[in-house]
């Protein structure tokens, strides 16, 4: 609503979530045009956002020729400074630091690790498309890795502790209450095609450069 009244406005870009789709356990990766929905709260809450940017996409700025407005979805981005709770690297984080078991709910779920650097550069570059061709560039975007490139939850946390050379006993203790699928991972040919966006780091180097930080925070006098 505050956008609709901002004269000099030329880019809007709104981050939703990888889980605003309708998770079918799809090997293939989610495109963009793929069915939104969510199973539990946070995924229904992204999908409701989806269906919203749409609406103004629709109603108000698809004949301004001026304005580009996009959403983009990215999922499981890592990175230093993150002390969410119920998430995977600050949760290990938080355990290294009280010295207690790392405790994971799906050892071998799959997801799109990638550092928050990465879809931010993806972002930077789709502002600045939508600023010279909003008609061209508006609408839904994924941001993720190749989907040959998947590393599970118990990798990401083995490979965080080798890098911080902590030895912290994991354990595995599922939450019943807690729906949470094994596989989620986008299809991002679209932004690595129209955008010529690209992942500048690979996992393994997400977790180094995640771990560098957290290290340097721990150890700092």
């Known amino acids: 609503e505050i956008s609709k009244k901002l004269t000099s406005l030329k880019s809007l870009v709104l981050i939703t979530s990888d889980k605003c789709y309708k998770n079918l356990e799809k090997k293939g990766g989610y495109k963009e045009d793929d069915i939104l929905s969510g199973s539990d709260p946070y995924s229904a809450s992204k999908a409701c956002a989806e269906t919203i940017i749409y609406s103004y996409?629709?109603?108000?700025?698809?004949?301004?020729?001026?304005?580009?407005?996009?959403?983009?979805?990215?999922?499981?981005?890592?990175?230093?400074?993150?002390?969410?709770?119920?998430?995977?690297?600050?949760?290990?984080?938080?355990?290294i630091i009280k010295k207690k078991n790392i405790v994971i709910r799906s050892p071998n779920a799959i997801r799109p690790w990638q550092h928050v650097l990465d879809p931010i550069n993806g972002y930077l570059i789709l502002a600045q498309k939508l600023y010279y061709n909003?008609?061209?560039?508006?609408?839904?975007?994924?941001?993720?890795?190749?989907?040959?490139?998947?590393?599970?939850?118990?990798?990401?946390?083995?490979?965080?502790?080798?890098?911080?050379?902590?030895?912290?006993?994991?354990?595995?203790?599922?939450?019943l209450t807690f729906k949470e699928t094994n596989l989620l991972i986008l299809d991002c040919k679209k932004s690595k095609k129209e955008l010529g966006w690209n992942l500048k780091w690979g996992a393994n180097k997400s977790i180094e450069m995640t771990a560098k930080w957290y290290a340097e925070y721990i150890t700092k006098p």
């Open 134 to 175: 909003p008609h061209i560039f508006s609408g839904p975007w994924n941001f993720g890795p190749h989907l040959s490139k998947r590393y599970n939850v118990i990798t990401v946390v083995k490979t965080l502790l080798n890098f911080m050379k902590f030895k912290n006993k994991i354990t595995v203790k599922k939450n």
């Open 57 to 95: 996409n629709q109603s108000f700025y698809n004949d301004k020729k001026n304005i580009g407005l996009a959403s983009v979805r990215a999922g499981n981005v890592i990175g230093g400074g993150d002390w969410s709770s119920d998430r995977i690297i600050p949760d290990t984080i938080k355990a």
